[in-house]
C-alpha cells in the first residue's frame, strides 16, 4: 500500500509563489518517477491530467514547456517525495496539482489546489 500526501496550494496572486510537497509512505521505498500533474478545470472533454513536472529516482527531470524556466522540481529524501517551486505564477497555471510516482503501477495522491488570480 502506497499513499502519497499533497501539501502547499493555495491562492497566490500573478507573479506570485508557491511550493508544493508529496510525502510518500507504504510499502515502496524507492520509485522509478515521482511527478506532478495538473488537471484543468477547463477542459470540456472531461477529466484530464497533464503533466507538469516529474523526476526520475537517477535525478533526470522532465517539464511541460508551459513551465520551463518558472517551475523547478525536486526530492525530499527525508519524506521519500518530492517538491515543486513554483515561480512567476500565471492564471493558465491554476488547477488541482496531483503527486504521481510510479513503480510498475501508478500511484496518486488526492490532489492540492491551486489558483493564480489578482
Known amino acids: 500500500q502506497v499513499q502519497l500526501v499533497e501539501s502547499g496550494g493555495g491562492l497566490v496572486q500573478p507573479g506570485g509563489s508557491l511550493r508544493l510537497s508529496c510525502a510518500a509512505s507504504?510499502?515502496?521505498?524507492?520509485?522509478?518517477?515521482m511527478g506532478w500533474y495538473r488537471q484543468d478545470p477547463g477542459y470540456r472533454h472531461g477529466l484530464r491530467r497533464e503533466?507538469?513536472?516529474?523526476?526520475?529516482?537517477?535525478?533526470?527531470?522532465n517539464y511541460a514547456d508551459s513551465v520551463k524556466g518558472r517551475f523547478t522540481i525536486s526530492r525530499d529524501n527525508t519524506k521519500n517525495g518530492i517538491v515543486l517551486q513554483m515561480d512567476n505564477l500565471q492564471p493558465e497555471d491554476t488547477g488541482v496539482y496531483y503527486c504521481?510516482?510510479?513503480?510498475?503501477?501508478?500511484?496518486w495522491g488526492r490532489g492540492t489546489q491551486v489558483t493564480v488570480s489578482s
Open positions: 504521481n510516482a510510479q513503480y510498475i503501477y501508478d500511484y
Open positions: 507504504g510499502s515502496i521505498t524507492s520509485f522509478n518517477s
Open positions: 503533466l507538469v513536472a516529474a523526476i526520475t529516482s537517477t535525478g533526470t527531470t
